[in-house]
Structure formats: C-alpha cells, structure tokens
C-alpha cells in the first residue's frame, strides 16, 4: 500500500518568513495530492492540491511542487502570519484511498 | 458548515458498551470513508466507501464495524472497545477519485 512520510513533525517560523514541507510518498500511481490545514479543535481543510500531470501549483502565498520521479511533493507558504499556525497534513491519493502523512505543526511566531 | 456532519460530538463509553457513530453528507457525493486521529498516528485511514460498497478496510480490528445504508449516511458500530480506540474519528466525503475530501467535525469517543 501506500506510505507517506512528511517532514519535519515541528517547525517554527518567525511572522513574515517562509516555511516549507515535504513529503515523499511510495506508490507511484498515486495521481493526486491535497493538503489541508487543520486548526486546533476543528477539521482538517483542503488549502491546495496538485495533480500528477502538474508539476507547481500556486494559489497567493501558498504554492505545492510535485516532483513524480523523485517521488516527493512540497508546500512553501511565503510570508507566513500567525493565522497560518495549525498542523499541516499531506497525502497521496489514488482510486479514491487518501493516505496522510503524520502532520507538521507550524508555529509562526509573532 | 462543510455539509458533512457526525454525531455525537462526544461519546464516552465502557468497555462491554455498543455505540454507533453516525455520519451524514448532503453534497452529493459517492464515497465516503472514516479516519481516526491520535496522537499515536495523525490520520488513520480506516474504511472506505465507494457507491456503497467498502473498497477498503485497512486492517481494522473487528470491533469496529462500518455501515453506508445510502450514499448519504455512513455508521460505524462500536462493539468492546479498548481504551486504546479512545480517538477522534473523523468522516470525510468526496465527488470522485481525485477530488477533495470534506471533513465532519468528528466525534471524540474516549473509552474507559
């Protein structure tokens, strides 16, 4: 089945700086990539997602890279705010079965 | 509100209890599946719907025992549980493969 590993589990950012996440996955015909956001107490939230025909996707300051031979696919946030504070998850999907990573919670620092 | 709802929002429940938890979407979606979150691992896939019909079970324990009746409505049946089930667990819904997967607010079941 599939694995996905993401990286790093914590990650402090001061307000204005960037900050970035990756994750690798494993099954190769794994063609679609959401990531979502989730704030403490609430549901996870889709906030971007790419396509395996798609190598970068950007929506204002969030962008998602998808590198399909390496395997690997990131998130950059430019200009982080504290609203961006929450745990980030991404996933692989293939055939309607999502796989998650284990979730970064970023911090960002006022 | 996203369109998909779970109930209860909190369940406490003994060990030799049966419960259910319910989940109902109103976007007209197709599949539907149940995670549970711990801190031990984030988001757990545990069953997935496809038109009805389970597509996938991923290795989950007997003792929880999913039911989608309709499109719209998905169960997960809670028989002797064990405190290390105490978790939130979260229903999500989607259109079609390769779409986005709208979550419910879950239901934080906590077995003592």
């Known amino acids: 089945g599939e694995n996905v590993e993401q990286h790093p589990s914590t990650l402090s950012v001061q307000e204005g700086d960037s900050a970035v996440i990756k994750c690798t996955y494993s099954?190769?015909?794994?063609?679609?990539f959401p990531w979502y956001k989730q704030e403490l107490g609430k549901r996870p939230q889709l906030i971007i997602d790419?396509?395996?025909?798609?190598g970068e996707k950007k929506d204002q300051r969030i962008a998602v890279t998808l590198n399909k031979t390496a395997k690997h696919f990131s998130l950059h946030i430019t200009e982080t705010q504290p609203e961006d504070s929450a745990v980030y998850f991404c996933a692989a999907s293939r055939n309607q079965k999502v796989t998650f990573g284990t979730g970064t919670k970023l911090q960002v620092i006022p | 509100e996203t369109g998909v709802t779970q109930t209860p929002r909190h369940l406490v429940m003994g060990m030799t209890n049966k419960k259910s938890l319910k989940c109902e979407q109103h976007l007209g979606h197709n599949a539907m599946y149940w995670y549970k979150q711990s801190a031990k691992k984030p988001l757990e896939l545990m069953f997935v719907y496809s038109l009805e019909e389970r597509v996938e079970n991923n290795s989950v324990p007997s003792r929880f025992s999913p039911e989608c009746p309709n499109s719209s409505h998905l169960f997960l049946h809670l028989h002797t549980l064990q405190p290390e089930d105490s978790a939130l667990y979260l229903c999500?819904?989607?259109?079609?493969?390769?779409?986005?997967?709208?979550f419910g607010q879950g239901t934080r079941l906590t077995v003592v």
């Open positions: 790419i396509r395996s025909n798609v």
């Open positions: 999500a819904s989607s259109s079609q493969e390769g779409t986005e997967a709208f």
């Open positions: 099954d190769s015909a794994s063609n679609y």
